[in-house]
Nanobody, 128 residues
Framework: QLQLVESGGGLVQPGGSLTLSCAAS????????IGWFRQAPGKEREGVSC????????NYADSVKGRFTISRDNAKNTVYLQMSRLKSEDTAIYYC?????????????????????WGQGTQVTVSS
């Protein structure tokens, strides 16, 4: 069964840090660009970050630039999202998604169109 599984979410105080993981099973992430998305209650899903197959190209939403870092370890078939200086407005369910890419240097984009596989999400709550 092909699936993505997110982990690492939880409750953290404002200013704190969390690292999310996105692990693939049933397929290799080598051929996929990966995106992280989030959806807060009552809001539309938004793109947070994406990374190319090679890991050499990344992109971030303005709201998280300088605070979040995306990375990947293809040997572990896992992608990470390091989140620091968290704010209450970062509270959301975070999803990872995989988009098959021919070109290894292309990020999948921060729009959710074209992503082939989605995880079930992990809750991140930033609150004191």
């Amino acid at each position: 069964q092909l699936q993505l599984v997110e982990s690492g979410g939880g409750l953290v105080q404002p200013g704190g840090s969390l690292t999310l993981s996105c692990a693939a099973s049933g397929f290799t992430l080598d051929y996929y660009a990966i995106g992280w998305f989030r959806q807060a209650p009552g809001k539309e899903r938004e793109g947070v970050s994406c990374i190319s197959r090679s890991g050499g190209t990344t992109n971030y939403a303005d709201s998280v630039k300088g605070r979040f870092t995306i990375s990947r370890d293809n040997a572990k078939n896992t992608v990470y999202l390091q989140m620091s200086r968290l704010k209450s407005e970062d509270t959301a369910i975070y999803y990872c998604a995989a988009k098959r890419q021919v070109f290894s240097s292309l990020c999948g984009g921060l729009g959710d169109a074209g992503y082939d596989y989605w995880g079930q999400g992990t809750q991140v709550t930033v609150s004191s």
